[in-house]
């Protein structure tokens, strides 16, 4: 009987313990007390379950597209991260998204993401206010700010770019000719990490957008030919007549706001929803949807420091995810 007994209890104990949550690695309070915090989600939600910010005042719940998305185990914040197939998406409709709806001449954003990306190929998006419309020479997109990544056309191949939009369609020239494409974006000297965690960053503060891999400004100048910025808009049109630099990159003229009176036959499809690892994008929506975890992600109203970013990144504690 005794050995019966002391069997079933090594067995109990060797078992694996069912129902206890997962342990998150990082420091969610450094976020939360962050000045100037609008959202953070933290992905410790179930599958089908809306993606709530915690410690602020409004709750932006994110709502699923294409279906329930996977909770997996490990993460920052929460213990646990949202699990992206490359096929489903994450939104707050344009008309819910409060504060979230950062825009205006003098406007100032900062976002913060712990990721783990994988297939740079396919994947684009982290989140933001970014619909760009049906493609080249498109002007009816409004896209506001966005954190983004891979965009070779102006230099910004596998990198982090960070994008900011005045005119919310294609980007114009200080004589108001139009470029192609929206063309204004800090881009950095290194590759955004794949299959590995890390902490991607961007500051805006109404001037310079300045884009940060794992905590640390990523400087990078302009070289105009090889990062194919020589037409006059890059290489004179920024302070004083000089460049606009890679990062950080000099914008200066605000962030798109959308008035569904003075854009109603310009932008018929009206403002962008706030997404999450996917954008509107010649014509689609899942076309460069990212496949990857989200562990945590936060937006701000104002520029953050160096050392704020930095502090951010060592929340996250990266280094204890698996």
């Not at 290194?190 to 960053?201: G, R």
Request: with cysteine.
């Amino acid at each position: 009987m005794m050995m019966r007994s002391f069997v079933g209890v090594c067995a109990l104990l060797l078992s694996p313990v069912v129902g206890l949550a997962a342990e998150p690695v990082g420091n969610p309070a450094v976020v939360e007390k962050m000045p100037g915090l609008v959202a953070f989600w933290t992905f410790g939600e179930k599958a089908g379950e809306p993606r709530a910010s915690r410690g602020t005042p409004n709750k932006h719940e994110l709502i699923e597209v294409g279906g329930p998305i996977a909770r997996a185990d490990g993460g920052p914040y929460s213990g646990y991260s949202a699990e992206f197939n490359g096929k489903q998406y994450l939104k707050i409709p344009y008309a819910q998204t409060r504060d979230l709806n950062i825009a205006g001449p003098k406007a100032a954003v900062s976002m913060f993401a712990v990721v783990r990306i994988i297939d740079l190929k396919q994947s684009r998006t982290i989140a933001g206010m970014w619909s760009e419309g049906k493609g080249r020479d498109d002007d009816s997109g409004t896209r506001q700010y966005a954190m983004l990544m891979n965009m070779p056309t102006y230099g910004g191949n596998r990198q982090l770019v960070p994008h900011i939009s005045a005119e919310g369609g294609v980007t114009r020239r200080a004589d108001g000719s139009a470029f192609p494409w929206c063309a204004d974006y800090a881009a950095t000297r290194k590759e955004v990490p794949e299959e590995q965690w890390c902490t991607l960053a961007f500051t805006y503060d109404g001037a310079y957008i300045r884009a940060y891999i794992n905590g640390v400004l990523d400087a990078r100048p302009l070289d105009p030919v090889k990062d194919k910025r020589n037409d006059r808009y890059f290489t004179s049109e920024g302070p004083n007549g000089k460049d606009r630099g890679m990062n950080p990159y000099f914008h200066g003229r605000g962030i798109f706001q959308f008035d569904p009176e003075k854009h109603k036959t310009t932008k018929p499809d009206g403002g962008s929803d706030f997404t999450v690892a996917a954008r509107f994008a010649v014509g689609s929506m899942l076309k460069e949807a990212t496949r990857g975890k989200f562990g945590g992600l936060a937006v701000f109203n104002r520029a953050l420091s160096d050392e704020e970013v930095l502090k951010l990144h060592e929340s996250a504690n990266v280094a204890a995810l698996k």
